[in-house]
């Protein structure tokens, strides 16, 4: 027949032109999700890395920080999380809290972390706790409620 395609240009080339979209898409959208921080469908903060039993510290020696906002105040974690970055501090995620509300400004530790809180806790004068179970267990949960100064 004249004017008949191959098989390989109707069927391969658009199949091979799919398969490489999805793929694509399906790996920039699991590195937007973990860069975000997301949360759990319980509304809790969960990392990419949760499950981790060896926590890596940033440069500055302490554990790196999640930042979430539980205030009426917009922009409040990420102005917090640009003063932390001024002290050395690496963030690996500034977000909206969507959990259960808190009363006071948290810094959330895993069981290796207790001293990073502690450190983090001196510069904005909030308290500490350990982290809960869908929290991360290789990062600091830092929940803002409050105005930062």
């Known amino acids: ?9 109707r069927v391969l080339l658009p ?24 949360t759990s469908s319980s509304g809790s903060a969960t990392a990419s890395n949760a499950n981790s039993t060896v926590p890596t510290l940033a440069a500055n020696g302490y554990l ?21 970055e001024k002290q050395k501090w690496t963030v690996h995620g500034v977000a909206n809290w969507s959990g ?3 009363k006071k400004s948290t810094v959330f530790y895993p069981s290796t972390g ?4 502690q450190a983090l806790s001196a510069l904005f004068q909030v308290q500490i706790a350990p982290a809960r ?13 409050q105005k930062a100064d």
């Open 1 to 9: 027949m004249a004017g008949s395609q191959s098989f390989s240009k």
């Open 64 to 84: 790196p920080v999640q930042v979430f906002n539980d205030s009426k105040v917009p922009g409040l974690a990420r102005k917090t999380a640009r003063e932390l």
């Open 100 to 102: 259960t509300s808190f």
């Open 15 to 38: 199949l091979a032109v799919i398969c490489l979209t999805v793929g694509g898409l399906s790996v920039m959208g699991l590195s937007l999700w973990r860069m975000n921080s997301s």
């Open 114 to 117: 207790k001293e990073s809180a």
């Open 133 to 145: 179970s869908s929290m991360s267990e290789s990062e600091l949960t830092y929940v803002l409620v």
